[in-house]
């Protein structure tokens, strides 16, 4: 099966044609088998900010593809091609046009496909100051693909620039913030975890998992508070894990920060997994992911561990918790989001 993305892409065979093309974020599937048939020459290179698709891209077992997955994408190869999955965030488009910028030759053509409602009708408007010669060259199965040059790079590219800073106050305690574009809690806190973080334990200790840990903001709340906790933060993007680290030395705390596919990359065991977990994957409303977070954690807590997890009220996550875990209270109901606390 082809995404629809995909199918896009490839009724366009004729822009397709490069000797080392760079994907970006694109969904994984038989496009990249059916692009190395009809480009068995191509040395590809397909380049994910999301881990789940860094995997997935890996097990294409491809000899001509090579798959990266970091916060930046630095390469000696020149590509001539670029093709580009329009993201949720329009900041992380503009982002990501900077970034590989430099890696992209003269005549390198930039295409850019995503959902009619993801954003990219507004493409031209948005990329005034990046792309040029942007146009749409094909429109099917509720997606668009613009065609377009990339204009000479007006400045080098330097990640901490991007990162974006602000600060919030709970009970006292200050916690400063930095995350780079399209990452979970870039602009301020969001309501889900300001909930959370108002209504912490009385105690915690040991070995505490911040999972989908966004820019590390309820991990680095509970390091101040609780200073002998252990901070593990895990997330799929490697654009939250660098924003994270920021955040954690920003806030002169240490901890173990790493990727993982949900559960995927998890070892250890906790005392204590916290999470305000996303539920969107990129435009898509996706409850399968917490969902089953939330049915196979209980293997990684210690005995007498403890989960604490909050979301939209209207999520039935609370019969998942008491079935899988254990007995489940409400702790606090706020502004549509209820926090959900267990102990096995």
């Given amino acids: 099966m082809l995404d629809n993305i995909n199918q896009l892409l490839l009724r366009n065979a004729d822009l397709l044609q490069a000797k080392s093309p760079l994907f970006i974020n694109l969904p994984v599937d038989d496009f990249f088998q059916e692009y190395h048939a009809s480009h068995p020459q191509a040395v590809m290179t397909c380049y994910n900010t999301n881990y789940q698709l860094h995997l997935q891209a890996k097990q294409q077992n ?19 091609l670029v093709i580009i999955q329009f993201p949720k965030s329009k900041a992380e488009l503009t982002f990501t046009l900077a970034m590989v ?28 100051q990046q792309l040029a010669n942007c146009a749409k060259v094909d ?3 509720h997606c668009l693909l613009f065609a377009a040059n990339m204009l000479p790079a007006q400045e080098s590219f330097i990640l901490e620039s991007w990162l974006k800073s602000y600060s919030f106050s709970i009970n006292e305690t200050v916690i400063e913030v930095v995350a780079l574009p399209g990452v979970f809690s870039h602009n301020r806190l969001d309501i889900g975890t300001q909930v959370l973080l108002e209504n912490v334990p009385k105690k915690v200790t040991g070995d505490l998992l911040d999972f989908g840990c966004g820019a ?31 955040t954690l030395n920003l806030n002169n705390l240490t901890g173990q920060v790493f990727p993982s596919n949900s559960l995927s990359d998890v070892k250890g065991k906790y005392d204590y997994v916290i999470s305000n977990p996303p539920f969107h994957q990129g435009l898509k409303t996706n409850y399968l992911a ?37 007995r489940t209270q409400v702790l606090a109901k706020k502004k549509g989001f209820s926090l959900y606390y267990c102990a096995i």
Avoid: W
């Fill in 290 to 326: 917490t969902e089953t977070f939330l049915s196979k954690i209980k293997p990684y807590l210690k005995p007498k561990g403890h989960v604490i997890v909050v979301a939209n009220s209207f999520l039935r996550y609370q019969p998942i918790m008491e079935k899988e875990i254990g």
């Fill in 216 to 246: 590390g903001v309820i991990a680095s709340y509970y390091g101040k508070i609780f200073p002998n906790a252990n901070l593990h933060l895990l997330d799929v993007s490697a654009l939250a894990l660098y924003s994270a680290q920021k």
């Fill in 62 to 80: 491809i000899s001509q593809m090579t798959s990266v997955f970091s916060v930046q994408y630095e390469s000696d190869v020149v590509h001539d």
């Fill in 139 to 141: 429109s099917a199965r």
């Fill in 101 to 128: 910028a430099a890696s992209l030759s003269k005549e390198c053509l930039v295409l850019i496909v995503g959902e009619n409602k993801s954003g990219i009708k507004s493409l031209e408007k948005l990329t005034t």
